[in-house]
DNA sequence: GTTTGGATTTGTAATGATTACTAATATTAA
DNA sequence: TTAATATTAGTAATCATTACAAATCCAAAC
């Protein structure tokens, strides 16, 4: 038994869901890949080491990891839930040409609000949206080459 | 011709798309109804206004209007994208139990984030999430009614 | 070790939001 | 008025997600 299955295993057992085989690999694709992958996604590498994994399996699990907030749920665009692994307050900047999810830091605890006593807050998101470097590049040159022609 | 009709349709033409009867009723109800709308609100409290309206046209005059940045699109849950008329940034809340969507205030340019040098920044967005006022009294009342049962 | 009951997984069918597509309609310019 | 173009309507298709039921797994009791 490797000792990352069984720190996994006691995680999980801590917030009261049982580790089962496919709900530890399911978190550990997570942990080893905090890139926001999306549930077709986990559901496709999974498959090489569980065969004959089903997607819903992938969909209930995830949704018992949200449940217990083990993972955050980024609904940035539509048609693309991704998951993220939550460690600590962070945002996420989705480049608009190549759709790549990116995270920067924030403190989000520190921001003012007005508007919100009496509200209870459980969870706080902030997401931008543009354009990132590596894009911007490639439409710099795109722009220069076609003021040259 | 009544005066906002009139407003709505130069508003749009200066965004150059062109003002339908149906695109300046979208835009008239958005801006009479900020309270986050989904596709499907939309598409029914018009049908009243237009009876040969087709949901197909709310789609199409939405995106329209997002691309042009005459709204921001929420999709704070999955499968429920809601649109809102640009005005001020603010931030959404959402209920977890009643599911209202409200605003609050916020200087989300004021925002000190680390790891976006090099970035364009279009679009920033901010929702949180949790229980509102009204649904916490509920709930104090269910807590005590079962702890005195 | 076997049995039993409950939890988990699987796979298929259903749902529901969104988009694709095409014919009909409306609008603009000549 | 006519012709060209944009817009709308309506239906069919797509795709992510959920519902559901049967199969499987697992842990505790015997």
Chains 1, 2 share one sequence.
Do not use: W
């Not at 905090?34 to 549930?39: A, D, G, K, L, Y």
Request: charged share 25%.
């Amino acid at each position: 038994m490797y000792p990352l299955f069984k720190k996994l295993s006691t995680a999980l057992a801590s917030k009261n869901i049982r580790p089962s085989f496919q709900r530890i690999k399911v978190l550990e694709y997570l942990i080893e890949n905090p890139c926001h992958p999306t549930v077709e996604q986990i559901f496709t590498d999974l498959q090489s080491i569980i065969p004959t994994l089903s997607k819903t399996t992938v969909y209930n699990t995830l949704n018992i990891f949200h449940k217990a907030g083990l993972v955050r749920v980024l609904n940035i665009e539509d048609n693309e839930t991704r998951y993220d692994i939550i460690t600590e307050t962070h945002g996420h900047f989705k480049c608009e040409e190549c759709g790549t999810i990116s995270n920067f830091n924030i403190d989000i605890d520190s921001i003012e609000t007005d508007g919100l006593s009496g509200f209870k807050v459980n969870d706080r998101n902030i997401y931008f949206k543009g354009v990132c470097p590596k894009c911007l590049l490639n439409i710099k040159h795109i722009d220069r080459k076609e003021h040259i022609s």
